[in-house]
Structures are given as structure tokens and as C-alpha cells.
Antibody, heavy 113, light 110 residues
Framework: EVLVVESGGDLVQPGGSLRLSCAAS????????MSWVRKAPGKGLEWVAN????????FYLDSVKGRFTISRDNARNSLHLQMDNLRTDDTAVYYC??????WGQGTLVTVSS | IVMTQTPLSLSVTPGQPASISCKSS???????????LCWYLQKPGQSPQLLTY???RRSSEVPDRFSVSGSGTDFTLKISRVEAEDVGVYYC????????FGQGTKVEIQ
């Protein structure tokens, strides 16, 4: 059974930091590109960042470049998103996704004073 | 790559067909011969679920009333007979380059 479980979402003030984690099982984690995708309230889905199977390549949405860092630990089948200098428009449910197939239930990040 | 869906909302009678159009600003045909177009359904309160990938390949457990046609820049998702469980927001997504989604099409049952 495939399981993808995100954690780390919270309420944080503008300018603050948060680290999201994703634990995956039930599929060959180390051969898949992994992504973070978000859905802000009242808006559609938006891809945020992805990372190659071996972790050597990372790509980011322009609006998060320099503020977010994606990383992975293939030994632990885990994915992370370090989010710094958060802004109110980063408020969203953040989903971890394995290639296009495997999605978690999401974790809520709220940026508000 | 900009993805444009039409319509943005759809009200359908159960048992009737429905279709959603998705157009991309560039061809989604990759040099490897594959066309990188997916469709997702996000049901209320749930995470997105993959319906189809590589244009027309259905994900496991997706009923065959869902089908996709098209090539290049123009694609259509068709539901042959809409059921109550099909309500939600449908998104097309390209992953030929850095992934981008369409705006979403909200499907309701009349």
C-alpha cells in the first residue's frame, strides 16, 4: 500500500520559517522525482518545487526561489521543504507528490500576524 | 507553459456526458516521443487524485468512463456518463517542463 504523509504545517508569522516533511512508503522512492505542490484558499493547484531522484537537481517556482529549499533523504524515504522568510501569500495546503502518481493528504501552512 | 481550461464550471445531469478542454501554450510532445499531459480530480476535502497521464493512460482504479483525447496543444477529458461521485475540481497539468496546472474546472451535479 502506498502511503505519503506530510507533517510540519503550522501557523507562523510573516518573515518566519517552517520545515515541512514527507514520509513515503509503498513505492520505489529513490527512483522518482519528488515535488511539493500547494493549494491556496480559493485558488488552484500550484507546483512549488521538485527534486531529482538522486537529489542532485532542484527546481523552484519563481516566487519561492531563494526562500524555499527542497531536499530528500533516500535512506529514510523522506522529503523536506525548508521555508524561510514566509509571506502571507504562502498560506496554503502543501502536498508532497511522488512523480505524478503518489500524493499525500497535505499539511496546512498559515502565514499571518 | 500556460495551461488554459474551459469551461471553468460545469453542471451535469447524472448519466449524461461531460467534457473539459485543456489547451497548452506550447506543444507538450517531448523529444522522447511522449506527451506529458495529466488530469487530476480533487474531490471536496481530499487531495488530488491522478486520473490519466501521458495523455490517455488511466491510473489504476480509474473507471473507463473517463477518457482523454488530443495531441500537441489541445486535449479533452471526457466523462461518458457522469456519476455523483465525479463531483469536484478537475485540473490538467503539463510536466514536459516545470509543471504547471490549468485553472481548474468545477463539476457539479444538477
Amino acid at each position: 500500500e502506498v502511503l505519503v504523509v506530510e507533517s510540519g504545517g503550522d501557523l507562523v508569522q510573516p518573515g518566519g520559517s517552517l520545515r515541512l516533511s514527507c514520509a513515503a512508503s509503498g513505492f520505489p522512492f529513490n527512483i522518482h522525482w519528488m515535488s511539493w505542490v500547494r493549494k491556496a484558499p480559493g485558488k488552484g493547484l500550484e507546483w512549488v518545487a521538485n527534486i531529482s531522484p538522486d537529489g542532485s537537481a532542484q527546481f523552484y517556482l519563481d516566487s519561492v526561489k531563494g526562500r524555499f529549499t527542497i531536499s530528500r533523504d533516500n535512506a529514510r524515504n523522506s522529503l523536506h521543504l525548508q521555508m524561510d522568510n514566509l509571506r502571507t501569500d504562502d498560506t496554503a495546503v502543501y502536498y508532497c507528490a511522488g512523480s505524478v502518481h503518489y500524493w499525500g493528504q497535505g499539511t496546512l501552512v498559515t502565514v499571518s500576524s | 507553459i500556460v495551461m488554459t481550461q474551459t469551461p471553468l464550471s460545469l453542471s451535469v445531469t447524472p448519466g449524461q456526458p461531460a467534457s473539459i478542454s485543456c489547451k497548452s501554450s506550447q506543444s507538450l510532445l517531448h523529444s522522447d516521443g511522449k506527451t506529458y499531459l495529466c488530469w487530476y480530480l480533487q474531490k471536496p476535502g481530499q487531495s488530488p487524485q491522478l486520473l490519466t497521464y501521458d495523455v490517455s493512460r488511466r491510473s489504476s482504479e480509474v473507471p473507463d468512463r473517463f477518457s482523454v483525447s488530443g495531441s500537441g496543444t489541445d486535449f479533452t477529458l471526457k466523462i461518458s456518463r457522469v456519476e455523483a461521485e465525479d463531483v469536484g475540481v478537475y485540473y490538467c497539468m503539463q510536466n514536459k517542463e516545470l509543471p504547471t496546472f490549468g485553472q481548474g474546472t468545477k463539476v457539479e451535479i444538477q
